[in-house]
């Protein structure tokens, strides 16, 4: 009975072994260390970090009263119109936004700013294990991406500069836990757990 647990436990490790690493999703700061401010050129961010991927966050970081950030659609994008936005949000100093959808996004200021180019459009492809390529991050209160300017702060995302990662979680890489190890591991201890139960 023992040889039994002990191959089985055995087949778990190889199956373990053999699956990815977990992904996680990948944290942009828009602007780099420039952030969301008037002067900076958001079509070259784009180019510079693009692919993104469903799951991916954007870290907007602003000076209080002196910006906000607002999703728009493509309409409002080119005419730099606020008033048919999808979500708003101008509270404290900065705001994580996740792309939950492989979709073009389209994000402008409101504050007068998005005439002078301070508006930014990328697209989210759908999430493929292990391809993204996330490089930068930033921290501060965080809402997702249905939030608007009364929405409750939520946990923002880890903090991490210029460190590659992957992408297909939904989760912020903060609170990653779950894994397909963990179901391994789960399985390995319920098999131990029949294993003392049987003898």
Same mark, same amino acid.
């Given at each position: 009975m023992?040889?039994?647990?002990?191959?089985?436990?055995?087949?778990?490790?190889?199956? $373990?072994?053999?699956?990815?690493? $977990?992904?996680?999703?990948?944290?942009?700061?828009?602007?780099?260390?420039?952030?969301?401010?008037?002067?900076?050129?958001?079509?070259?961010?784009?180019?510079?970090?693009?692919?993104?991927?469903k799951g991916d966050w954007l870290i907007f970081e602003y000076q209080t009263g002196r910006a906000d950030v607002v999703q728009v659609g493509e309409v409002e994008y080119d005419k730099c119109d606020k008033a048919g936005a999808l979500s708003s949000y101008?509270?404290?100093?900065?705001?994580?936004?996740?792309?939950?959808?492989?979709? *073009?996004?389209?994000?402008?200021?409101?504050?007068?700013y998005c005439y002078t180019g301070m508006k930014l459009h990328l697209t989210a492809k759908s999430s493929s294990a292990g391809t993204s390529s996330g490089k930068q991050s930033g921290s501060g209160s965080s809402d997702d991406s249905s939030?608007? *300017?009364?929405?409750?702060?939520?946990?923002?995302?880890?903090?991490?500069?210029?460190?590659?990662k992957s992408s297909s979680s939904a989760a912020p890489p903060s609170i990653l836990a779950a894994t397909p190890y963990a179901a391994i591991a789960a399985t390995g201890a319920a098999l131990l757990h029949l294993h003392r139960i049987v003898l």
């Open positions: 023992e040889m039994r647990v002990a191959l089985a436990l055995l087949v778990v490790a190889v199956a $373990a072994s053999q699956l990815p690493s $977990a992904a996680e999703a990948a944290n942009y700061t828009v602007g780099d260390d420039k952030g969301w401010n008037p002067d900076v050129d958001y079509t070259a961010w784009v180019k510079k970090h693009k692919p993104f991927y101008s509270k404290g100093t900065s705001y994580a936004f996740q792309l939950k959808e492989a979709k *073009d996004y389209y994000f402008i200021c409101s504050y007068g939030s608007s *300017d009364d929405s409750s702060d939520t946990p923002s995302p880890s903090s991490k500069k210029a460190k590659p």
